[in-house]
């Protein structure tokens, strides 16, 4: 199914957990396409005003419609409550060590992000505002030693 939907490959530790949420989605939105569309095909059936003339103000005394809605409801909330909250909060609780994590400075600009990445000794160089300039929007002061191999990109 991942290659039906087109996923790209997973770059991170939480990447298979939410193509599985993708997936189990999917494959819901089609099972309730598949039983919606059943239902309709049926009421256009068994309410057609060749059978039904008349309206009929009672309606249906069946309770089947509400129970299969109460169900759908009931497996969306799971889905919401024990699927995609967990994982959810594996992403935003679990931090890597510093040590181990690409450490960026993004500042932001109108209509733009500049992004700053250390260089090989992994340390940011100075910012002074009195920098910035069309050419160095982020104000990297590149005669301090420390931000000489540092790397700026925009977007």
Do not use: C
């Not at 298979?16 to 239902?39: E, K, R, S, T, Y």
């Not at 181990?100 to 250390?118: C, G, L, R, S």
């Amino acid at each position: 199914m991942k290659e039906l939907l087109g996923l790209p490959v997973d770059a991170s530790v939480h990447g298979p957990a939410i193509d599985n949420i993708i997936v189990i989605m999917h494959w819901l939105m089609l099972v309730l396409f598949i039983g919606w569309g059943a239902f309709f095909i049926y009421t256009l059936i068994r309410f057609r005003s060749g059978k039904h003339p008349r309206a009929d103000y009672a309606g249906v005394k069946s309770h089947l419609s509400t129970y299969g809605e109460i169900a759908v409801a009931a497996f969306e909330g799971f889905l919401l409550i024990g699927l995609a909250i967990p994982v959810w909060s594996n992403v935003i609780t679990k931090y890597p060590a510093e040590k181990d994590a690409v450490v960026i400075n993004v500042i932001a600009e109108q209509f733009a992000w500049n992004f700053q990445y250390p260089g090989k000794d992994g340390l940011f160089g100075r910012r002074d505002i009195k920098l910035v300039s069309s050419d160095n929007p982020i104000g990297l002061d590149r005669s301090d030693p420390v931000g000489k191999d540092d790397i700026t990109t925009i977007n």
